[in-house]
């Protein structure tokens, strides 16, 4: 257990809508990562946050907004849903020093879109 | 942009059979850090070795930052290795986001 938690572990929804996925990150790490796991792929790096501020953005559609709260958790909203964002959505947290720091991974949320 | 290559796509093997794999970038790098992700999807770090050697267990890894490469090595491979291998690096100068490999697909037959 990398005590990164993520909710929900399966989401299944249809496309135009709209869905927030959650993460909490390990007990004292103020960064958090978001990234997006397509099928039998490579993982795509959307956005970090370090102590509630965006520090670095990847590929990340317009559609895709995210945001950490005071207490550190972090919400990844999805929104106009299409068939191609189904995939796995990781979070990843770590203590956030001047360099990437080690990453420790939720177990993902798995988004199907039909 | 900074290439990150890994080698082999895939592996198969039979119990018990030391591997290796390498992770090859075509920039300098802050760090570098090695995952493995099981077969249900559950990611772990494995390593963060931005330069020389480290060991834990039945794996070890080593970083040549001058020649831009890592070795990720398996030793008395079991079922439980299966799954892929993941190398990740920060370049210099990045804005904090590592960039990943295609990772190695490595499969351990009983």
């Known amino acids: 257990d990398s005590g990164v938690t993520q909710t929900p572990k399966h989401l299944i929804t249809a496309t135009g809508q709209r869905v927030t996925l959650r993460c909490s990150p390990r007990s004292g790490d103020l960064s958090v990562y978001w990234y997006q796991q397509s099928l039998d792929q490579g993982l795509q790096f959307l956005i970090q946050?370090?102590?509630?501020?965006?520090?670095a953005k990847g590929n990340i559609l317009e559609r895709f907004s995210a945001q950490q709260f005071p207490d550190l958790h972090s919400e990844l909203n999805l929104s106009s849903l299409e068939l191609g964002d189904s995939a796995l959505y990781f979070c990843?947290?770590?203590?956030?020093?001047?360099?990437?720091?080690?990453?420790?991974f939720g177990p993902g949320t798995r988004l199907t879109v039909l | 942009g900074i290439q990150v290559e890994q080698s082999p796509p895939d592996l198969i093997l039979q119990e018990g059979a030391n591997s290796t794999l390498r992770c090859n970038f075509s920039?300098?790098?802050?760090?570098l850090q090695w995952f493995h992700q099981n077969p249900w999807g559950q990611l772990i770090n494995l390593f963060y070795i931005p330069s020389g050697t480290k060991q834990n267990g039945r794996l070890s890894a080593t970083t040549v930052a001058t020649e831009r490469y890592s070795l990720l090595y398996i030793s008395s491979s079991q079922t439980t290795d299966s799954g892929v291998y993941f190398c990740?690096?920060?370049?210099?100068?990045?804005?904090?986001?590592?960039?990943w490999g295609a990772g190695t697909k490595l499969i351990i037959k009983p």
């Open positions: 946050y370090y102590n509630g501020e965006e520090r």
């Open positions: 990740a690096v920060d370049p210099r100068g990045s804005n904090y986001q590592l960039i």
């Open positions: 920039d300098s790098v802050n760090n």
């Open positions: 990843a947290s770590s203590g956030g020093g001047p360099y990437t720091d080690t990453q420790y």
